[in-house]
């Protein structure tokens, strides 16, 4: 280290959920942590989510919803849970009494204050001696021999850092349009920024160029259907045009078809729909479905909000019929085949009135209802990406690992920096960033403490 360098243990990119957890579990553990953030502000894309804390309620249900997920990975996922939960409350943040039970149509979960979190996180870190820094670049890392050396660009000019752990959590790379194209190929231009513009894949780059590998899963993401089109799309519409309902409804692309089992819920037709023609689809829903769900708060925290009326006023393509065939008519007229469209719908009918079936090319789930009360509405709706699913390959202590499986020593990743643990389908947002932060955090800084007992007993031996 020369003069000009300033040490830290634990270096964490990004101030996210999983980068302020890190840092603070760091903090905790005695080690001089340092949070980079690039953006002027801290809290990344959990700063604009709802602060729904949740995640499978046990390993079984994980592996049922993510069975290409990375085992080790889910299952210090569950387990760790209600620990970090509680660690929440123990840092004064108002936590929901209940939880919340059917998330995503299977997880558990409870409402957290997610804007108080995140501060009290980047303060707990100052007053372990450590610094939260906004407006923060790297714009160079390198390996040396103690750990990692780093050129950071402030608004105060440039500053050389080392430390001898570094933490990736970026936020994975949905604002990247060349990232997305690479890993999920067609359509990927089509997709909604829904998220922080920060998270563009720092933290994959930085990896690989560490000698970390990518995980498995690299092409699957999270996000809403949301009304299209539209003429703007920033983070005060996130969440109000998030159609979270769609679950409800009968969804077709542009050929008429369904393609997919709606129940399966929102953040997974999301993934399909970005597959179909034009990364266009068409939700076809009666009145019942709006008055119960399109007009529900999907879980606390949002808000009661009529998204069908939000979409509309926010300029989706809708249409509104008295008779359900008339509303085929007025679909129709948007350019989709009217026999195909009315077979894909007829055939749905009768399958949800069997009991489940098979209906214009995908499965109908027994839970399923047709259409049938008046008003009967359709609504315009296109994919939208919140953060990516891949990223860094890492074990269950958030070590990044290399291609053979081998620890890359001193690197770590937490967050949607860290691939595995969802992949196609979703674990959630919040809590497993804030859970892998713990994971990255701890193990971060007792390597740095290794290191520095390992130089302190060179210098001795000299």
């Known amino acids: 280290m020369n003069e000009t360098e300033q040490a830290y243990d634990v270096v964490v990119l990004g101030s996210g959920m999983s980068g302020l957890s890190a840092g603070w579990t760091a903090a905790q553990s005695g080690a001089r ?98 610094e939260v820094l906004t407006s923060a670049r790297a714009s160079a890392i390198r390996r040396d021999s103690e750990g990692f050396l780093l050129t950071v660009e402030t608004a105060d000019g440039v500053r050389d850092l080392a430390c001898a752990s570094l933490v990736l959590a970026t936020g994975g790379f949905p604002g990247s349009r060349e990232k997305l194209a690479a ?11 829904r ?28 996000g809403h259907l949301v009304p299209n089109p539209l003429a703007s799309f920033g983070p005060a519409e996130f969440l109000p045009l998030s159609q979270y309902y769609s679950d409800y409804c009968i969804l077709v692309n542009t050929a008429g078809r369904r393609f997919i089992d709606e129940h399966l819920g929102d953040e997974l037709l999301n993934q399909e729909l970005t597959f179909q023609p034009e990364a266009r689809g068409f939700l076809i829903f009666d009145d019942r479905v709006r008055r119960e769900h399109a007009t529900a708060e999907p879980f606390p925290g949002l808000g009661v909000l009529d998204r069908y009326a939000a979409a509309v006023d926010a300029g989706g393509r809708h249409a509104q019929a008295g008779t359900l065939n008339g509303l085929l008519d007025a679909v129709a007229a948007w350019g989709l085949p009217r026999d195909v469209l009315a077979d894909t719908v007829g055939g749905f009918t009768a399958a949800a009135a069997a009991g489940g079936g098979h209906a214009g090319g995908a499965p109908v789930s027994p839970a399923a209802e047709a259409p049938s009360e008046a008003p009967f509405y359709a609504l315009e709706v296109r994919p939208s990406v919140t953060f990516t699913f891949g990223g860094v390959r890492i074990d269950s202590d958030g070590h990044a690992l290399d291609a053979d499986g081998r620890v890359v020593p001193g690197l770590y990743a937490a967050g949607a920096d860290a691939g595995g643990l969802s992949n196609f389908g979703y674990a959630g947002g919040l809590a497993p960033a804030y859970i892998t932060g713990r994971w990255a955090g701890a193990s971060a800084a007792a390597h740095a403490a290794r290191t520095a007992a390992s130089m302190r007993s060179d210098a001795l031996a000299h």
């Not at 998220?195 to 993401?221: E, H, P, Q």
Request: aromatic fraction near 6%; hydrophobic fraction near 45%; glycine fraction near 14%.
């Open 183 to 193: 890993a999920i190929g067609r359509n990927a231009d089509r997709l909604l920024h």
């Open 33 to 130: 942590v340092l949070v980079l953030e690039k953006l002027p502000d801290i809290g990344g894309s959990a700063a604009l989510s709802a602060g729904m804390f949740w995640t499978a309620p046990d390993f079984d249900a994980y592996r049922a919803r993510i069975p290409l997920g990375e085992e080790a990975l889910g299952r210090r996922l569950v387990a760790d849970y209600d620990e970090s939960l509680a660690e929440i409350r123990s840092i004064g943040v108002d936590v929901a009494r209940e939880p919340l039970t059917g998330i995503m149509t299977f997880g558990r979960g409870y409402t957290i204050a997610i804007r108080d979190l995140l501060p009290r996180l980047a303060s707990g870190i100052s007053a372990a001696g450590g």
């Open 195 to 222: 998220a922080n513009r920060g998270s563009v894949g720092d933290g994959l780059d930085t990896a690989k160029d560490l000698g970390a590998a990518a995980s498995g899963g690299m092409a699957t993401f999270y």
